[in-house]
């Protein structure tokens, strides 16, 4: 939540800054700002191209700040955006992440006769190291002093007047990575915004700070001890962050699944063992081996993602499993029983909530599993072993590939797991042969569009719209329903069909249709039950069905066909036509799907 760039070197600033948010604007995007050395300060409400107009052509500086925002401590305004000053109006910064503190501390400068201009935590930050800057006379140890005052989360970036070539950046609980080229250097939350200019790339640690000038850069510790620290190289092709001549990040993403699967599985897939290489957990065994409960917290769709995880791991390893939401499970006491491994699914590795619950996991001495997107990412670097999704970055505010790339990587998790714990040869093979052609599958259903589109402008005309799915796509009914609230804004339920007589079989009526997840698998006698009993109330119901399935003709008003599958796997496959459901009625209803209302992509607060 919230996207910080900088940028010391010998060219123009400003372009650099500006293409930079708007790489990072899926982290937030209801204002955004820069300051430029030498130049001053700007500011917009809205999207970055908003502060585009407010640039002058000519500003010339060669190192600056930025910032876009997802409003935590006051509104959406001009003068929340960052980039905030201190006291004297010389020092600036931005910030991302959330100042615990920050009212007390505020009162306590109040007090000392400091006024503030905006309603922010972080314009309290930039005072307190202001404050302290000048004290010291040296802006690290001014920073430092005023980072022991504070309590909450920061990845930050700091410039002052009279240092028009220096930046300084500190992380604790919100990424920061720096760049580094040939005389020019640059920081932000996450690597996207940087590939386009240098791969070399080191993240910060918690608790670490870096001068960085257009010379050179020093990382810190904030006990002032110098660390050794060399950038690695990223090697990610630079078309991951462009839209590659599709309208929208969300359709471009969701059209990369086949390759997403593809690298997902590159070098994992033991077809004659029946098993999963899986580099991370390999020295692990002894202890898998020994696991007896399995609890997989995530949040949003990562948590969904943990629904289709649990029955994976329970009918492939036999492990009992409990899913749990992060905002949930961080918050109530646990009493440990035998050997539980907790299992958390993030696509950034950043969000609050996750994060706390391994934290929270390994005070209890219960060992932690990553199922991670972002290498290097918090949980990935805090969790005591893992299995990266290598979904690619992900740009698109809604998850879509990632969603996928969990689901693969539960799977090859729980073939894993169960490879240890009795499962067959035999079966295990059986699972690995149909992910090989799991790509293969999506790109058909990918190829077939066009249908999916024009389903999207049937059902347009309606405001609510229920998903029900049992067993391995009970998760997927709440997905799809996910999807189509967030980047459409359409009002939709995810429901176990099952419970649907429960409850919410009464708001059936003719308008307000149901979209059936029911391929052609074990629960598909108990699915057509229950298309039955909403036909009989008049609701409208879109199946998505498996292929050469000609009854449900019959028996639906609409159907999208996904290619048969094992049944563990029909998650993956019938997740895709939900995908571009809600895609395309947010599309159609005139919405900017990357960048929906009142989201952003990284949730690091809680
Ligand atoms: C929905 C979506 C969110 C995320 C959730 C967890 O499309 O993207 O629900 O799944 O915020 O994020 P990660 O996976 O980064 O922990």
Not at 374 to 403: F, Q, W
Request: with cysteine; charged share 25%; proline share 4%.
């Amino acid at each position: 939540m919230c996207g910080i760039i900088a940028y010391t070197g010998f060219r123009r600033a400003a372009p650099i800054l500006l293409d930079g948010l708007r790489m990072l604007e899926y982290r937030g995007y209801d204002s955004s700002g820069v300051y430029i050395a030498g130049d001053g300060v700007y500011r917009a409400l809205g999207p970055v191209d908003n502060l585009v107009q407010k640039i002058p052509v000519d500003v010339q500086g060669t190192a600056g700040i930025g910032h876009t925002r997802w409003a935590t401590h006051g509104q959406p305004s001009e003068q929340n955006a960052h980039p905030h000053h201190d006291q004297q109006g010389g020092l600036w910064v931005v910030h991302n992440g959330i100042i615990e503190n920050y009212a007390e501390l505020r009162a306590e400068l109040v007090a000392e006769g400091h006024t503030f201009i905006s309603e922010t935590d972080t314009e309290v930050l930039a005072h307190l190291i202001g404050m302290r800057y000048e004290e010291t006379g040296d802006l690290a140890t001014g920073l430092v002093r005023a980072l022991e005052r504070v309590r909450g989360t920061y990845g930050i970036a700091v410039m002052a007047d009279d240092l028009p070539d220096t930046i300084l950046t500190a992380r604790m609980g919100s990424p920061i990575a720096i760049g580094v080229k040939d005389g020019e250097y640059f920081v932000a939350s996450d690597a996207a915004p940087l590939i386009r200019h240098t791969q070399q790339i080191l993240y910060l640690e918690e608790g670490e700070y870096a001068v960085i000038t257009s010379e050179g850069y020093d990382v810190f510790s904030f006990t002032h001890e110098r660390q050794h620290r060399s950038p690695e190289l990223l090697d990610l092709p630079l078309d991951v962050v462009e839209k590659g001549g599709h309208p929208h990040f969300m359709l471009k993403e969701i059209m990369e699944v086949p390759d997403v699967l593809e690298n997902s599985a590159r070098g994992r897939l033991l077809l004659k063992e029946g098993s999963a290489k899986l580099g991370g957990l390999e020295d692990q065994v002894p202890f898998l081996r020994t696991v007896d409960r399995v609890v997989i917290v995530g949040c949003g769709s990562a948590y969904y993602a943990g629904l289709v995880g649990k029955l994976l791991i329970e009918d492939l390893a036999g492990i009992p499993v409990t899913v749990e939401l992060g905002s949930e499970y961080r918050h109530r006491p646990h009493r440990v029983v035998g050997t539980t491994a907790l299992v958390v699914v993030s696509q950034s590795g950043e969000t609050a909530d996750s994060l706390a619950c391994v934290r929270e996991a390994k005070r209890m001495g219960v060992k932690t599993i990553g199922i991670v997107n972002v290498v290097g990412s918090s949980i990935a670097r805090e969790t005591d072993m893992g299995v990266y999704n290598h979904a690619g970055p992900e740009l698109g505010v809604a998850s879509t590939k990632a969603y996928v790339s969990q689901l693969e990587a539960l799977m090859l998790f729980a073939l894993f797991l169960g490879r240890l714990r009795g499962l067959s040869v035999a079966q295990g093979a059986g699972l690995v042969c149909e992910l090989m052609r799991l790509p293969e599958k999506v790109r058909d259903i990918l190829a077939h569009r066009d249908k999916i589109q024009h389903i999207a402008e049937e059902y347009l005309g309606y405001d609510d719209f229920l998903f029900i799915g049992r067993s391995y796509n009970f998760g997927t009914a709440y997905e799809g329903a996910l999807k189509l609230k967030e980047v459409a804004y359409v009002h939709a339920e995810g429901y176990g069909a099952g419970e649907m007589k429960h409850g919410p079989i009464a708001m059936i009526d003719e308008i307000f249709p149901t979209v059936a997840i029911m391929p052609s698998d074990s629960m598909y006698e108990k699915m057509r039950s229950n298309v039955e009993e909403i036909r009989a109330r008049k609701g409208r119901v879109l199946a998505i069905a498996t292929e050469g399935n000609t009854e449900i003709l019959a028996l639906a008003d609409d159907v999208l066909y996904i290619p048969d599958t094992k049944e563990a796997l029909t998650p993956i496959l019938a997740t895709i036509p939900l995908q571009l459901f809600a895609y395309y009625t947010g599309v159609l209803r005139g919405f900017n799907v990357d960048r929906p209302r009142n989201l952003a992509k990284s949730v690091t607060v809680e």
